[in-house]
């Protein structure tokens, strides 16, 4: 079990509005960013469905644009 466990929720919340403020923004790279970062959160918490959507989504936009994505966070 992770020690960080029961702040799983907490990161995610964040993440989340953290996403939202970027993508109020327009600043559409760091929301993929925060995005994909939402993704490895959310796989580590178990909802691999929920999780491969949210780096779908990321990874399509960084690819349209020609971004190279930093590497994925791992927990």
């Given at each position: 079990m992770h020690a960080?466990?029961?702040e799983t929720p907490a990161a995610i919340a964040s993440l989340e509005q953290s996403a939202d403020i970027w993508k109020h923004l327009g600043w559409?790279?760091?929301w993929a960013q925060?995005?994909?970062s939402l993704?490895?959160?959310v796989g580590t918490a178990g909802d691999s469905k929920r999780?491969?959507?949210l780096a779908d989504q990321a990874t399509e936009?960084?690819?349209k644009v020609?971004?190279?994505p930093e590497p994925a966070v791992s927990g």
């Open positions: 960080y466990r029961g559409q790279y760091e925060t995005i994909r993704a490895a959160v999780a491969a959507v936009f960084l690819t020609g971004a190279r």
